[in-house]
């Protein structure tokens, strides 16, 4: 596999950075998956734009130039000889030198890592048949909204998932649920709205879930940002989550309990078949 590091494409075993790099003792560091289908960048520029606010909550440079990132993305695709998977990239705040939390002077030059790895989006398995969850605790912090490597709140929830049995973790705070532990999650409720937590500190802004708000929307069909409880999932007519990796999965079980008649769900479907049409 060939890895892009601070400017040169390298093989993976070359590809390193400093054990002072900040990304890796402070989770200093932001990121973004792109997903590659048929070759092509899905959604590259919202993807873009959403790093870039990532870099500006945090005030992390981003002397980039976004026709070269491009580039080095579709190199990446390209030298991997990837038709179907994703370009992760992450940022962080450089190598500072020495442990210090303060933020280096403003010379520090950041680190930018992206590599790319084969993945089945589209005949995915999951899709089809829909997955398991259960939920838990939202433990993670108060800014969900930026997108960085601080990721091991999630990493737990999904192990805890895993040990219970279910394909993944739906994460709940006072009650309701938030998001996936690494997508957003979405409800058919009983007047047939998609009903959905609305973007604030507390959940990523979903590059797909902006996605398929906006098919859904194309489609005439009835949208509520409103947080929902555990019940109200339980109890929908159908649930679904939606990431850059997974497009759209249906969720036929949470907490041991079916949703609905325990198969995927038709609008989940239809929205995950629309937007695939939009990619090809
Ligand atoms: N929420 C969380 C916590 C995530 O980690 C992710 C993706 O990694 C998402 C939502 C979905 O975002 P996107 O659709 O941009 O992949």
């Not at 590809?15 to 890796?24: E, L, N, Q, T």
């Not at 590659?36 to 790093?51: C, P, Q, S, T, Y």
């Not at 006072?174 to 047939?192: A, D, K, L, P, R």
């Amino acid at each position: 596999m060939i890895a892009y590091v601070n400017g040169q494409f390298l093989p993976e075993e070359e590809a390193s950075v400093s054990v002072f790099d900040r990304g890796f003792l402070f989770a200093d560091a932001v990121y973004e998956v792109t997903a590659i289908i048929n070759g092509k960048l899905v959604d590259f520029e919202h993807h873009m734009a959403r790093l870039q606010r990532s870099c500006a909550e945090l005030q992390l440079s981003f002397p980039y130039d976004l026709a070269e990132l491009k580039q080095i993305h579709l190199q990446l695709v390209q030298q991997n000889n990837i038709e179907e998977g994703l370009v992760y990239l992450q940022l962080t705040r450089g190598n500072a030198k020495q442990r210090n939390f303060l933020y280096p002077d403003k010379q520090t030059k950041p680190t930018l890592v992206l590599f790319a790895q084969k993945m089945k989006i589209v005949e995915n398995e999951k899709s089809k048949y829909g997955i398991k969850v259960v939920t838990v605790d939202d433990i993670r912090w108060q800014r969900c909204d930026i997108k960085t490597v601080a990721l091991l709140a999630a990493s737990m929830a999904k192990e805890y998932a895993k040990q219970q049995g279910a394909d993944d973790a739906i994460f709940v705070k006072n009650g309701y649920v938030t998001e996936g532990s690494s997508s957003n999650c979405f409800i058919i409720n009983h007047q047939n709205q998609i009903q959905t937590r609305g973007l604030n500190n507390e959940i990523l802004p979903g590059i797909t879930r902006q996605a398929i708000l906006q098919l859904a929307r194309e489609q005439g069909i009835d949208i509520v940002e409103k947080p929902f409880s555990i019940d109200e999932m339980l109890e929908a007519k159908e649930v679904f989550i939606t990431s850059a990796t997974t497009l759209v999965w249906p969720v036929i079980m949470a907490n041991n309990q079916l949703i609905g008649e325990g198969k995927p769900g038709k609008l989940a479907i239809r929205l995950r078949e629309i937007y695939l049409q939009k990619l090809k």
